[in-house]
């Protein structure tokens, strides 16, 4: 076989190869800001009648959000990447949901909300991940249960949120994302294209095939030769194997999971309105939607999202700003921010700064993104608040230079001024 021919049929066979996986998968303030990805709780999960000694594990009576869905999937999803442990005896519990195993934290694998996970469909698949202006490709093994938790089974964790990429330290070092920024990243991820999946398989076999060579030389210094033709024989028969196993076995009860890691967890749910309104973001009769008394902690660089709001009279906004009862013009820098941000007004009139994109901005706090109330007239019938927000006039947006399809939920940075 001709050098060329082989090159071909080892290209058809790594575009079947990915194709099949696919196959076997199983079956009282003013203003407020909903959580933009449309994708609200399906109910909550109550947390056990005994606390457990575990940072993260779900609290007596606490309330946790569960969720069939996640934000839908485009060139640049959103996400939070989280640090999970895939081998065993590490925090990721079980094996892996896709094919059973554990993986070493050398590979790049990952674990995917449920509404992400779709059924099993992404099992054995690559994402590719971006952040910090790189890029890798990581494969998806396990689901990150978005529908239970608080049990044994789960480690007493709450489920997961429904925007979580749970990587391997593999993952995180190829992104150069190390030390305390490890942890709770926001990222942004898409499907990687067949000839990307093609590539990966191939590189894998290139690498499985040189650590073979490598232990076989230093076990008994003998120099394996082989043909053009064998050796491209070996690597698709090693991608052969690599990609199709992880497909075959698609469970049904998901294992791996993992809570939100600001450690900020709901103080309640509440009811949508018994009829529905005209309105995207509107409450839904009869969904749950999770209320928050708290923030994650302020530090000098504390992870949020920042949302577009109409401070003037008129908009989007509401009532008055809570601060100081008035209304102010979309060209001043003002915010709103989560109730646990806000604590009781005591940031009302301080600026923050705000940073992203490599810029950053002084903005003024004249707000409250009420995390403890909504879906009724006086928040025009729109959920609580995320415990993570800040919700920015359009000249904060404009000073940091993001427009277009990037205004909506966009990752941030802030602290105390």
Known sequence: MSSTASLLVLALAGLLLVTFPGLCAGTAAAHHRPNGNQCHPSGSLEGPSTGHICGECCKPGHLYPKYQCS?????????????????????????????????????????????????????????????????????????????HGCDKPHAFQPPCEPNIVDASQAVWDALDITGDEVGDYPITWTDASQMENV?????????????????????????????????????ALAGLLLVTFPGLCAGTAAAHHRPNGNQCHPSGSL???????????????????????????VTKNTRAVMTLNNFEE??????????????????????????????????????????????????NVVDECDSLHGCDKPHAFQPPCEPNIV???????????????????YPITWTDA
């Open 314 to 363: 008129g908009g989007d906004g509401g009532d008055p700003s809570e601060c100081d009862g008035k209304y102010h013009y979309n060209t001043e820098r003002v915010v709103a921010l989560s109730t646990g941000w806000y604590n009781h007004g005591k940031r009302c009139g301080k600026n923050i700064r705000i940073s992203a994109k490599g810029r950053s901005v002084l903005a």
């Open 199 to 235: 590539a990966h398989s191939l590189q894998i076999g290139r690498d499985l095939r040189i650590n073979a060579h490598s232990s076989l030389t230093s076990y008994n210094n003998t120099i394996i030769k082989m043909s053009s033709t064998a050796s491209l024989l070996v690597l």
């Open 391 to 409: 919700d920015a006039s359009q000249a904060v947006w404009d000073a940091l230079d993001i427009t277009g399809d990037e205004v909506g939920d």
């Open 71 to 147: 934000p839908p999937v485009t060139k640049n999803t959103r996400a939070v990447m989280t640090l999970n442990n895939f081998e065993e005896g590490g925090d990721g519990g079980d094996p892996s949901e896709c094919d059973g195993k554990y993986h070493y934290n050398t590979e790049r694998v990952v674990a995917l909300s449920t509404g992400w996970y779709n059924h099993g469909k992404r099992c054995g698949k690559n994402i590719r991940i971006s952040a910090k202006g790189r890029s890798v490709l990581a494969k998806v093994v396990d689901e990150c249960d978005s529908l």
């Open 271 to 297: 009811e949508g309105p018994s009829t529905g309104h005209i309105c995207g973001e509107c409450c839904k009769p009869g969904h749950l939607y999770p209320k928050y008394q708290c923030s994650p902690p």
